[in-house]
Structure formats: C-alpha cells, structure tokens
C-alpha cells in the first residue's frame, strides 16, 4: 500500500496533557495542529471496543481491578478525566466507535494499538480490526486513509489480518528480537513501530528493504526526533504535541 500518515502522531489523544485516551485528549491534541492520533483499544467482557491503555482500571479511571473483565454498561459509567486534573473530572472511556466519528468527521487519521486483555488475544484482533473496517467503510465522510492496527501481540495481528487483510497492521517492539522484520513480514505488515532507542541506521534500513515503514514511540526529545528524522524515519508518536509541530521538521 502507499503510505498515507503523516510525520508526527499524538500519542493517546495529546500525551499527558490530557487524560489519554478519552475524547478530551483527542481534542487537545488536534488544538495544537495534530492530525494523526494513537491510542489503545481493548474489548469489554461483553465485546465493546473501548479506549484504555493498562489492562486494569486503577490508574487512568475512578474504578478498580481487570478492566475486559467488567461489561460496558459499567465501565461505561467510569469517571476517566478526573485522575488527570480537576478540569477532566467526569470524562468518561470512549468507545471505538465514538473515536472513528471524531476522527472521520474531522478527516483525521488514526493508529488502533490493539491492547487484549491477557488471554484474549485472537478474539480482540479480530473483534477490533472487524469494527474498525465496519466504522470506515460506512463512513460518509471518505477517510483520509484506513486505521493503522498495530500491536505488540503478534496472535492479535494474526487474528486482525485474518478477519480484515485489507487494513494495514504495524508490529510493535519493545526489543529488537533476530526476527522481528521476519515477524512483521510474516504478518504480512506494513510498518514496523518500535521504541525510539532501538532504532539506528542499521535497523531503519532493514525495515525498508523488507518493504515495510519504521516508526518510533515514544519521541519527546528533539535532538532524538531530529537524529530519527536524518535517518529517515517515516513516523514520530509523541507525547509533546505542544513542543513538536505536526508538520514535517522538528519545533522545541
């Protein structure tokens, strides 16, 4: 596929200036220019696509214990906002879906890291990339470009390109295993995203020879996102949207 997504991408919604992955957060983070958004999508005991990054609820919510195993009619009632700041209180999770309006009746673009619950691997991959081919296709707004699906979890992007081939999937690496490209490949994925220290000339070269895009998580620094962007990297997630410009340099 060609590659459709910008530069710079807000890391859940606007970084930390916002409580991530809420609506809120989105909105912050498009005020400062950004078009592109990343966040985390899990599934509700009972099969709801909603955003939340930790596999628990304690940190980002008013809630407590292991957030897919509670049904959405009672997350839904969750306080996500006022953990943040008192500004936030009463924000609450979204769903997938209320996140694909936004960003579609905005013509924004958006990376899904595809977050199971452990143990729900298959199903999420498969349940969340069905979905979003669900919200894009019934659109009518044409989008900009399909949702990058990227994970951590190779059995989810085995699962997403089983039920949707046709969206594009990014691994995500934490390390650099011997065969990570050869994972990716495998998985038949357009990108491989890994943490930013991990990447080097030698490895950025790499994924474009296997055909595949590199990006970097999480780029706050910009002496680092300037030595990735000599090296030609193809995408920045940052948390800095008030110190990095969306466009295609580098703004401190």
């Known amino acids: 596929m060609s590659?459709?997504?910008p530069?710079?991408?807000?890391?859940?919604?606007?970084?930390?200036?916002?409580?991530?992955?809420?609506?809120?957060?989105f909105r912050h983070g498009a005020s400062f220019g950004y078009r592109a958004f990343e966040c985390d999508v899990k599934l509700s005991r009972d099969g709801q696509p909603?955003?939340?990054h930790d596999a628990t609820l304690d940190r980002t919510t008013d809630?407590?214990?292991?957030?897919?195993?509670?049904?959405?009619?009672?997350?839904s009632r969750l306080d996500a906002g006022?953990?943040?700041s008192r500004a936030y209180a009463?924000?609450?999770?979204?769903?997938?879906?209320?996140?694909a309006g936004y960003v579609l009746r905005n013509g924004f673009m958006l990376n899904v890291e595809i977050k199971p619950t452990p143990g729900t691997e298959s199903l999420t991959g498969a349940v969340v990339?069905?979905?979003?081919?669900?919200?894009?296709?019934?659109?009518?707004i044409p989008p900009v470009a399909p949702p990058l699906l990227t994970s951590f979890r190779p059995a989810a992007l085995q699962a997403a390109l089983a039920a949707q081939p046709e969206l594009p999937r990014g691994l995500l690496l934490d390390r650099w295993p011997e065969d990570g490209i050869a994972q990716a490949q495998a998985l038949q994925c357009a990108a491989v995203v890994a943490q930013y220290d991990l990447l080097d000339r030698s490895s950025i070269e790499a994924i474009h020879a296997a055909g595949m895009k590199a990006l970097a998580y999480t780029v706050n620094d910009p002496a680092e996102a300037r030595r990735l962007i000599s090296l030609?990297?193809?995408g920045l997630i940052t948390d800095a949207v008030d110190r990095f410009s969306p466009g295609p340099g580098v703004h401190d």
């Not at 809630?63 to 997350?75: I, K, N, R």
């Open 129 to 140: 990339s069905r979905r979003c081919a669900e919200l894009w296709a019934t659109s009518r």
């Open 82 to 84: 006022g953990w943040h």
């Open 232 to 234: 030609g990297i193809d």
């Open 3 to 5: 590659w459709p997504y």
């Open 63 to 75: 809630g407590q214990g292991v957030a897919g195993e509670q049904t959405w009619s009672a997350l």
């Open 90 to 99: 009463g924000e609450p999770l979204p769903t997938l879906e209320a996140i």
């Open 50 to 52: 909603f955003l939340l």
């Open 7 to 25: 530069l710079w991408i807000a890391h859940r919604g606007a970084g930390k200036l916002a409580p991530e992955n809420t609506l809120a957060a």
